[in-house]
């Protein structure tokens, strides 16, 4: 079973920077694209970035230019540097590997962000 484990998150002040990590004990980890996706209360889950065994890197609009997300198939982690962070930013990150609408594997329990003075 895939387990999913992510880490980094905390309070920040808005302007500020966190960086997430995600531990993946996945198979063929460097052959998979994977993905970080944020809950707000009262939203539902969305993409936020995605990375693919190639290192081609897409963004959600709202993020764009301000987060960054990376692999290291050494390690089996995936990264997500967020930079200007805004209160609308708070959320529950969590990563996965995507899978048309939906994902892979089970969610992990998330790593909590929250921005906020």
């Known amino acids: 079973q895939v387990q999913l484990v992510e880490s980094g998150g905390g309070l920040v002040q808005p302007g500020g920077s966190l960086r997430l990590s995600c531990a993946a004990a996945?198979?063929?980890?460097?052959?998979?694209?994977m993905a970080w996706y944020r809950q707000a209360p009262g939203n539902e889950r969305e993409l936020v970035a995605q990375?693919?065994?190639?290192?081609?890197?897409n963004y959600a609009d709202s993020v764009k230019g301000r987060f960054t997300i990376s692999r290291d198939n050494t390690k089996a982690t995936v990264s997500l540097q967020m930079n200007s962070l805004r209160p609308e930013d708070t959320a529950v990150y969590y990563c996965?590997?995507?899978?048309?609408?939906?994902?892979?594997?089970?969610w992990g329990q998330g790593t909590q962000v929250t921005v906020s003075s």
């Open positions: 996945v198979s063929n980890f460097q052959f998979v694209t």
């Open positions: 996965n590997r995507p899978n048309g609408r939906g994902v892979f594997y089970s």
């Open positions: 990375i693919t065994r190639g290192s081609s890197t």
